[in-house]
């Protein structure tokens, strides 16, 4: 992809020092996204950790283990942590924000100070949200409907819901970075399409960030005015209307569902070309479809409200819409299967991620053709089907992919290898223990199961006995990582430049980058992928 | 756990019809699913690094390629969306000859009404093969009344009316859940609809306790709330008259025309400045806030009785 | 291994960036505000309420006059901006603090607007426990909804724009590019006046 920059000095990043003060205080995108990563790892375990409870009280029919307020706490807990603390920042603002700059060429992002700032303001806002929730409890669910969290709930609501909208504001400021680095960082001769796809999926995630979440800034306002001031907004006995807080709410929510998913589309496009030594298929088409998955996202909202009382006719135009969007979808896993065509397949840990993603994105987006089918919706909505739909996108998808993505550039950020058996045995685990936690789900909702239900007929248990084991399993294979990478650090053996061959700025400097990231500022002069097929798998005849 | 549930029962009209497309979706999604899992698999075992098999002409892009796929899967979703909207644009149509109930949803119960005046709580008795439509709404926050076994759900939202109909297909008793989060009893805010055939029901309406109609309950509250006072016959002020109104054309102040239906009784009690008779100046002060649902849904019930019989107030 | 390409320089293009970097947030604050207006727009059109009724209550010499405070400050600022490059440098730095000096009379004038009323029961300032005890008939109260919920976000940031302006005319002579800086916190400060320009019509002129 580009002429290597010559590497006289090869300090790394963790030379300028290990003192508190070089971490707190650091600019350098590189130890942020460790800040970043450090602090979403604590709250993936806190999420989790809730998410174990539930599985565990639903492991019988009767509501034995917890009260019906602390269900209702713990599961409005995993939500709002699994939602804002770790999906909406996960891969941009670890892997995001470390790779970036080096995807480009550039030796920063653009505002280095405002990403450190973005972080500070992100622990903040978790700070308080998490303490409100801890504290008194949240238990509005993390959808937070009113008049349900305007007039029925304790006053740590209107707590949380500050340390949510100050969270929303470090989404802005990444988002904001991120675009302007990418219109402005670039390296000379890389025009938009030399990027990697990582690079445009990171774009367009950012744009859904900068402009979806200030309605869930307005949103939250409302709420917190309705609260404590009395407006009326969204209370019937004022003239509001409670459905507002819906569109409103859902206006911001669905788009976040694409920050959520969209990175970890671009981490699988990277990983499915390098191991299978072939370009990416259709290119373009894939880098068209995440333009055209984000400016979607915004007009779906409506699916979320088929049987909220919204007029029929909207029901039918958001259906409609929502169809629309599993097309760049569908786009986007054509392309990725058609990649390993004639390749040369390797089965590296972070390969066996990506394949995971790919099955499991592919049975969550079917299983999101069902919802958005209206008659069909109207029975399986606020049911485990739509649990089963969205766990399969966000853990399934998302999680994965994350996973994923640390695995590939984890040699380039530490500058160490793990073991790839370890890593093997992880991502099986996980894939294994992900499938049997929540295909039981998808049954459960067909048969009538209703969401956040603290208990439940006993001719449902079957099926949650299987999630709850299933969920053990899935505990494990997300634990283990942290073992053996964890290990990698200390007793790992040293990283080349580039482990896996792969194209793209980043792996053209040391394992780990200097602090400016390359010695000399690289020149692109070709298109990305520029795979070629190894010795042992070439065709006879190919010169 | 001496039963599993595997397959929801079906009790009602609509629910072939919904399971129908959820197979149809099912085979498609499993098709689909398959069709790529074999192809995901079988590129990554016949393609692995060192396998013999053929790697010559590949290419990197086919656009002819790109544009079938895109064009076969918008199709499909096409498809799909429009059986799925056609089957829930029946929602907004029950059939004429409707049993009607008015469900009310509070934290954390069910209230249901029948026309003859019998409350029900958390259980819902309906006969057999006659369409029944329930007008849903909430004393407080949202509500969702799930059936499962009649395919049916429908938010009860507070401030507002919903709708939903069915029509049971088969005798027995089904789950009835909320299925909107509402606060610390939501999971058990559930109770059962019970189908009867229609001579066990008739006898089960009549034999309740003896509560008055809800039209005969609309018409204490009518007087109570002092509605009479300006639209009685004795009234000194001059409101318009409510005898013969449900159901027909009424004029507005603004020369506009529309129907007295239900939500126009409901609008006029509690916003009654929305929609002014012709001729009459805008003095009736508002009900909202100081009716709830049920005694809402009574006093529309006496009105729409007035519409029909011409009995005075 | 360079090629004889033009090399862009490393450091990052910071005029370029600064300025796409505020346009973009001023987007973002764009659907922020747009998001209220919307409730606003909602709430007007709801069939119960009467904001030509309750947006009489509104002093419509104050909101005007709170107008013309800001148009003016934008005027100030924009002089700072156009004299931050030059050796009028401290000329600049006395329209910034002309400029923080009528943001604050213009939160002064809204406050008093807001102290009055509270005092004829149009908002909840004055006696919270009761709410809004005079804002009936109802139709005002969703009027009074949305003005708080408009200007107290306004206000907010009109805060932030004062402290950025006093901020920067204490902090110039320590900052690397004051004059960039300035006409940074200058696109803000339209901003929040160009927002007022929408406000102040579907507020206070809504007749």
Same mark, same amino acid.
């Given at each position: 992809?580009?002429?290597?920059?010559?590497?006289?000095e090869?300090?790394?990043?963790f030379?300028?020092?290990?003192?508190?003060?070089?971490?707190?205080?650091?600019?350098?995108?590189?130890?942020i996204?460790?800040?970043y990563l450090?602090?979403?790892?604590?709250?993936?375990?806190?999420?989790?950790?809730?998410?174990?409870?539930?599985?565990?009280?639903?492991f !019988?029919?009767?509501?034995?283990f917890?009260?019906?307020?602390t269900y209702?706490?713990?599961?409005?807990?995993?939500?709002?942590?699994?939602?804002?603390?770790f999906?909406?920042?996960s891969?941009p603002?670890?892997?995001?924000?470390?790779?970036?700059?080096?995807?480009?060429?550039?030796?920063?992002?653009?505002?280095?100070?405002?990403?450190l700032?973005?972080?500070y303001?992100?622990?903040l806002?978790?700070?308080?949200?998490?303490?409100?929730?801890?504290?008194?409890?949240?238990d509005?669910?993390?959808?937070f409907y009113?008049?349900?969290?305007?007039?029925?709930?304790?006053d740590? !609501?209107?707590?949380?819901?500050?340390?949510?909208?100050?969270?929303?504001?470090?989404?802005?400021?990444? #988002?904001?970075?991120?675009?302007?680095?990418?219109?402005?960082?670039?390296?000379?001769?890389q025009?938009w399409?030399?990027?990697?796809?990582?690079?445009w999926?990171?774009?367009?995630?950012?744009l859904?960030?900068?402009?979806?979440?200030?309605v869930?800034?307005?949103?939250?306002?409302?709420?917190?005015?309705?609260?404590v001031?009395?407006?009326?907004?969204f209370?019937?006995?004022?003239?509001?209307?409670p459905?507002?807080?819906?569109h409103?709410?859902?206006?911001y929510?669905h788009?976040?569902?694409?920050?959520?998913?969209?990175?970890?589309?671009?981490?699988v496009?990277?990983?499915?070309?390098?191991?299978?030594?072939?370009?990416?298929?259709?290119?373009?088409f894939?880098?068209?479809s995440?333009?055209?998955?984000?400016?979607?996202?915004?007009?779906?909202? #409506?699916h979320?409200?088929?049987?909220?009382?919204?007029?029929?006719?909207?029901?039918?135009?958001f259906s409609?819409l929502?169809?629309?969007?599993? /097309?760049?979808s569908?786009?986007?896993?054509?392309? @990725?299967?058609?990649?390993?065509?004639?390749?040369?397949v390797?089965?590296?840990?972070?390969?066996?991620?990506?394949?995971?993603?790919?099955?499991?994105?592919?049975?969550?987006?079917?299983a999101?053709?069902?919802l958005?089918?209206?008659?069909?919706?109207?029975?399986?909505?606020?049911?485990?089907?739509?649990?089963a739909?969205?766990?399969?996108?966000?853990?399934?998808?998302?999680?994965?992919?994350?996973?994923?993505g640390?695995?590939?550039?984890?040699?380039k950020?530490t500058?160490?290898?793990?073991?790839?058996?370890?890593?093997r045995?992880?991502?099986?685990?996980?894939?294994l223990?992900?499938?049997?936690?929540?295909?039981?789900?998808?049954i +459960?909702g067909?048969?009538?199961?209703p969401r956040?239900?603290?208990t439940?007929?006993?001719?449902?248990?079957?099926?949650?006995v299987?999630?709850?084991?299933?969920?053990?399993v899935?505990?494990?294979?997300?634990v283990?990582?942290?073992?053996?990478l964890?290990?990698?650090?200390?007793?790992?053996?040293?990283?080349?430049d580039?482990?896996?061959?792969?194209?793209?700025?980043?792996?053209?400097?040391?394992?780990?980058?200097?602090?400016?990231?390359f010695?000399e500022p690289?020149?692109? !002069?070709?298109?990305?992928?520029?795979?070629?097929?190894?010795?042992?798998?070439?065709?006879?005849?190919?010169? | 756990?001496?039963?599993i549930?595997?397959?929801?029962?079906?009790?009602s009209?609509?629910a072939?019809?919904?399971?129908?497309?959820?197979?149809a979706l099912?085979?498609f999604?499993f098709?689909?699913?398959?069709?790529?899992?074999?192809?995901?698999?079988?590129?990554?075992?016949?393609?692995?690094?060192?396998?013999?098999?053929?790697?010559?002409?590949?290419?990197s892009?086919?656009t002819?390629?790109?544009?079938?796929?895109?064009?076969?899967?918008?199709?499909?979703?096409?498809?799909?969306?429009l @059986?799925?909207?056609?089957?829930?644009?029946?929602?907004?149509?029950?059939p004429?000859?409707?049993?009607?109930i008015?469900?009310?949803?509070?934290?954390?119960?069910?209230?249901?009404?029948?026309?003859?005046?019998?409350?029900?709580?958390?259980e819902?008795?309906?006969?057999?093969?006659?369409?029944?439509?329930?007008?849903?709404?909430?004393?407080d926050?949202?509500?969702?009344?799930?059936?499962?076994?009649?395919r049916?759900?429908?938010?009860?939202?507070?401030?507002?009316?919903?709708?939903?109909?069915?029509?049971?297909t088969r005798?027995?008793?089904?789950?009835?859940?909320c299925?909107?989060y509402?606060?610390?009893?939501h999971?058990?805010m559930?109770g059962?609809?019970?189908?009867?055939?229609?001579?066990?029901?008739a006898?089960?309406?009549a034999?309740?306790?003896?509560?008055e109609?809800? /039209?005969?309950?609309?018409?204490?509250?009518?007087?109570g709330?002092?509605c009479?006072?300006?639209?009685?016959?004795?009234?000194?002020?001059?409101?318009p008259?409510?005898e013969?109104?449900?159901?027909?054309?009424?004029?507005?102040?603004?020369?506009?025309?529309?129907?007295?239906?239900?939500?126009?009784?409901?609008?006029?009690?509690?916003?009654?400045?929305?929609?002014?008779?012709?001729?009459?100046?805008?003095?009736?002060?508002?009900?909202?806030?100081?009716?709830t649902?049920?005694? +809402?849904?009574?006093?529309?019930?006496?009105?729409?009785?007035l519409?029909?019989s011409?009995?005075?107030? | 291994?360079?090629?004889?390409?033009?090399?862009?320089p490393?450091? !990052?293009?910071?005029?370029?960036?600064?300025?796409?970097? /505020?346009?973009?947030?001023?987007?973002?604050?764009?659907?922020?505000?747009?998001?209220?207006?919307?409730g606003y727009?909602?709430?007007?059109l709801?069939p119960?309420s009467?904001?030509?009724?309750?947006?009489?209550e509104?002093?419509?010499?104050?909101?005007?006059?709170?107008?013309?405070?800001l148009?003016?400050?934008?005027?100030?600022?924009?002089l700072a901006?156009?004299?931050?490059?030059?050796?009028?440098?401290?000329?600049?730095?006395?329209a910034? /603090?002309?400029?923080?000096g009528?943001?604050?009379?213009?939160?002064c004038?809204?406050?008093?607007e807001?102290?009055?009323?509270?005092?004829?029961?149009?908002?909840?300032?004055?006696?919270?426990?009761?709410?809004y005890?005079?804002?009936?008939?109802q139709e005002?109260?969703?009027?009074?909804d949305?003005?708080?919920?408009?200007?107290?976000?306004?206000?907010?940031?009109?805060?932030?724009?004062?402290?950025?302006?006093?901020?920067l005319?204490?902090f110039?002579?320590?900052?690397?590019?004051?004059?960039?800086?300035?006409?940074?916190?200058?696109?803000?400060?339209?901003?929040i006046d160009?927002?007022?320009?929408?406000?102040?019509?579907l507020?206070y002129?809504?007749r």
């Open positions: 992809m580009t002429i290597a920059a010559e590497l006289p090869r300090g790394s990043y030379a300028p020092g290990w003192r508190l003060r070089d971490w707190l205080l650091t600019t350098d995108h590189k130890r996204a460790w800040l450090s602090s979403l790892l604590t709250f993936f375990f806190i999420g989790g950790a809730a998410a174990t409870l539930i599985r565990l009280e639903l !019988t029919p009767a509501g034995d917890m009260t019906d307020d209702n706490r713990m599961f409005t807990l995993h939500g709002v942590v699994m939602v804002w603390f999906l909406i920042p891969i603002a670890t892997l995001g924000n470390f790779l970036l700059p080096l995807m480009l060429g550039a030796k920063d992002l653009a505002f280095p100070r405002l990403n700032a973005s972080w303001v992100f622990m806002g978790a700070a308080i949200a998490l303490w409100a929730m801890l504290a008194g409890g949240l509005t669910g993390w959808t009113t008049p349900l969290s305007t007039m029925f709930t304790t740590n !609501t209107s707590i949380a819901a500050v340390g949510v909208f100050i969270i929303g504001f470090s989404t802005i400021m990444t #988002g904001i970075n991120f675009i302007v680095t990418t219109h402005k960082l670039r390296a000379p001769g025009t399409f030399r990027l990697p796809i990582f690079v999926t990171l774009y367009a995630t950012s859904v960030m900068v402009l979806a979440t200030p869930l800034a307005a949103t939250l306002l409302l709420i917190v005015a309705d609260r001031f009395g407006i009326g907004i209370d019937p006995a004022q003239g509001g209307d459905l507002l807080f819906q409103l709410f859902w206006f929510s788009p976040a569902v694409y920050i959520m998913i969209l990175p970890g589309m671009g981490v496009s990277e990983i499915l070309p390098c191991f299978s030594r072939r370009p990416l298929f259709g290119y373009k894939v880098a068209y995440s333009m055209g998955i984000a400016l979607l996202g915004f007009m779906v909202w #409506g979320h409200m088929f049987v909220s009382g919204q007029s029929t006719y909207a029901g039918v135009v409609f929502s169809f629309c969007i599993a /097309v760049p569908a786009i986007k896993v054509f392309n @990725w299967t058609l990649t390993m065509r004639k390749g040369s390797t089965f590296e840990t972070s390969m066996i991620y990506s394949l995971g993603f790919l099955g499991l994105f592919v049975f969550g987006g079917l999101g053709l069902f958005a089918a209206l008659a069909e919706d109207v029975h399986l909505t606020d049911t485990y089907f739509v649990i739909h969205f766990h399969y996108i966000m853990v399934g998808g998302m999680v994965t992919a994350f996973l994923a640390i695995h590939f550039w984890w040699p950020m500058g160490r290898m793990y073991s790839e058996r370890w890593g045995i992880a991502a099986v685990t996980s894939f223990g992900f499938n049997l936690t929540f295909f039981p789900q998808f +459960l067909f048969n009538g199961m956040r239900y603290h439940y007929p006993d001719e449902f248990q079957a099926w949650n299987l999630s709850s084991a299933g969920a053990v899935l505990a494990l294979g997300y283990m990582p942290l073992f053996y964890g290990y990698s650090l200390f007793k790992g053996p040293k990283a080349p580039n482990p896996w061959g792969a194209t793209g700025l980043e792996w053209q400097t040391s394992s780990p980058p200097p602090k400016d990231n010695a690289p020149v692109v !002069t070709e298109g990305p992928y520029k795979y070629e097929l190894p010795e042992i798998d070439r065709p006879v005849d190919h010169k | 756990m001496d039963s549930a595997l397959h929801p029962i079906e009790a009209t609509l072939p019809q919904v399971d129908l497309l959820f197979y099912l085979a999604s098709g689909l699913g398959i069709f790529l899992t074999v192809l995901v698999l079988g590129y990554a075992i016949k393609y692995r690094r060192g396998s013999k098999a053929d790697r010559s002409g590949e290419r892009r086919n002819i390629l790109e544009v079938s796929w895109t064009t076969a899967t918008a199709l499909m979703a096409l498809g799909i969306f @059986w799925g909207a056609e089957l829930f644009l029946q929602r907004d149509h029950p004429p000859d409707s049993l009607h008015s469900g009310i949803g509070k934290q954390w119960m069910w209230i249901f009404e029948h026309e003859n005046g019998r409350r029900e709580i958390d819902l008795h309906v006969p057999l093969g006659q369409p029944v439509v329930v007008s849903l709404s909430s004393e926050v949202i509500h969702s009344m799930f059936v499962p076994a009649f049916m759900k429908m938010d009860a939202v507070p401030g507002r009316q919903t709708q939903l109909w069915f029509q049971a005798a027995g008793t089904y789950d009835l859940f299925a909107e509402c606060g610390t009893q999971s058990e559930r059962h609809v019970v189908v009867m055939e229609p001579q066990d029901f006898k089960w309406l034999s309740g306790p003896t509560v109609s809800l /039209v005969q309950q609309g018409q204490a509250l009518f007087r709330l002092g009479s006072g300006c639209h009685g016959p004795s009234a000194t002020v001059h409101a008259k409510l013969g109104v449900y159901g027909h054309p009424v004029g507005l102040a603004t020369s506009q025309t529309v129907n007295a239906d239900d939500g126009y009784i409901r609008d006029s009690i509690l916003q009654p400045k929305k929609q002014v008779v012709g001729g009459f100046d805008p003095i009736m002060p508002s009900y909202q806030g100081l009716i649902e049920d005694d +809402l849904g009574k006093l529309v019930a006496y009105i729409k009785s519409g029909n011409g009995g005075t107030p | 291994m360079s090629l004889g390409l033009e090399q862009q490393l450091e !990052t293009g910071l005029k370029a960036s600064g300025e796409l970097g /505020v346009f973009v947030f001023l987007v973002s604050e764009g659907l922020l505000f747009g998001a209220l207006i919307l727009t909602v709430l007007r709801s119960g009467d904001f030509a009724g309750a947006s009489k509104l002093s419509l010499l104050l909101g005007t006059l709170n107008t013309c405070v148009l003016t400050s934008s005027l100030a600022v924009a901006a156009m004299w931050a490059d030059g050796e009028r440098a401290n000329y600049a730095r006395i910034m /603090v002309v400029t923080a009528l943001g604050i009379i213009f939160l004038i809204k406050g008093y807001w102290f009055d009323e509270a005092q004829k029961g149009l908002l909840p300032f004055r006696d919270m426990s009761d709410r005890p005079k804002a009936s008939p005002h109260r969703e009027f009074f949305a003005y708080l919920v408009l200007t107290g976000t306004h206000g907010l940031h009109l805060v932030t724009g004062i402290g950025l302006m006093l901020g005319t204490v110039w002579k320590r900052l690397v590019r004051p004059a960039h800086t300035l006409k940074m916190a200058a696109l803000y400060w339209h901003f160009v927002i007022w320009v929408f406000l102040f019509p507020l002129l809504v």
